[in-house]
């Protein structure tokens, strides 16, 4: 499943990767949930002969609403999402499968890698995910959180567990959230390291520093329905940050010096960014307790 917002380029790059999976053809459908201005007709044509697409052209709900209406238009037993800044690897589906047969009702996640690795800004970006990723799935315990650009869960789990909230809105951390509820509901996930997928992180400072900021808004969201459900506490998700030297070392070790030095700057930007939002989010919602009034 992909959705997708006014991404024809790397959509059709996407696309590309998909219609040269191994998996036989028959064996999946390609739901694409486009909240993009202009219809994305014209960039699936060309695929429409190898693939079968189910199309939906439908008004921005939302990250969460927007997968939990592609999820409710499947037709398959197991779903499969991937961004459509993402290019898969020829054999992504069939490792995600094959892991989701040995291992069924569980949440299946993939790995991500860089596809520009001369770019700070892009490196600083997967260095986050590998931050994240060595902090909440630990080897010596089952995997916690895995990222909504790569992931497999069944469906009928997956709509029995809610769904991802769509009180996010236009909030990151959905992805999060819904992690947290498939773990307290008893769900487990299991890593599939093979089924990899080539991430387009963004190039742009500017770009950089918007994403995190809404990234640290959704945080707060995040946080504020654990709390809610009675979840594990802050301090849980605060070890990302405190140790953060810990769970970036090794990704910048795979870095040449001078790339190093530009990534430990963003580094310092990024948790800046995150903490901003944070705090934004945090003083809006507390206000609208206060006058009775939510803002997204």
């Known amino acids: 499943m992909i959705m997708t917002y006014n991404r024809p380029v790397t959509l059709h790059r996407c696309l590309e990767s998909l219609a040269i999976q191994g998996l036989a053809r028959d064996c999946f459908e390609l739901v694409v949930v486009d909240v993009s201005a202009e219809p994305v007709t014209s960039v699936l044509q060309p695929f429409r002969d190898g693939l079968t697409i189910r199309h939906f052209h439908t008004p921005n709900q939302g990250v969460a609403g927007n997968r939990n209406f592609g999820a409710a238009q499947a037709r398959a037993d197991l779903l ?3 961004d459509d800044d993402c290019v898969a690897q020829p ?7 094959a892991c989701a047969d040995a291992n069924p009702g569980c949440l299946i996640g993939g790995s991500v890698r860089n596809m520009y690795p001369d770019s700070a800004v892009a490196c600083a970006g997967q260095v986050i995910t590998e931050a994240v990723d060595s902090c909440f799935n630990r ?9 909504g650009l790569n992931f497999a869960v069944p469906r009928d789990r997956y709509l029995a567990c809610g769904g991802c909230d769509e009180s996010f ?8 959230d819904f992690a947290d509820r498939w773990n307290q509901s008893g769900g487990r996930q299991v890593r599939a390291a093979e089924a990899a ?11 950089f520093m918007r ?4 990234y640290g808004k959704g ?4 946080h504020s329905l654990r709390r809610s459900r009675r979840s594990s506490g802050f301090s849980d998700s605060l070890k990302l940050h405190t140790g953060l030297w810990k769970h970036t070392r090794a990704p910048l070790r795979g870095l040449r010096p001078g ?3 530009k990534v430990y700057f963003l580094l310092v930007a990024w948790e800046l960014s995150n903490a901003a939002g944070f705090a934004w989010q945090a003083g809006l919602e507390t206000a609208g307790g206060l006058f009775g009034w939510k803002k997204r």
């Open 169 to 176: 809105g236009l909030l990151a951390a959905e992805d999060r």
């Open 259 to 261: 790339m190093r030095a």
């Open 139 to 147: 080897a010596a315990h089952f995997p916690a959180f895995f990222p």
């Open 211 to 214: 994403q995190y900021f809404n």
């Open 219 to 222: 945080a707060w969201r995040y």
């Open 197 to 207: 997928v080539i991430h387009a992180h963004r190039t742009d400072f500017s770009g």
């Open 91 to 97: 054999d992504w589906l069939e490792k995600l499968l």
């Open 80 to 82: 499969a999402y991937i």
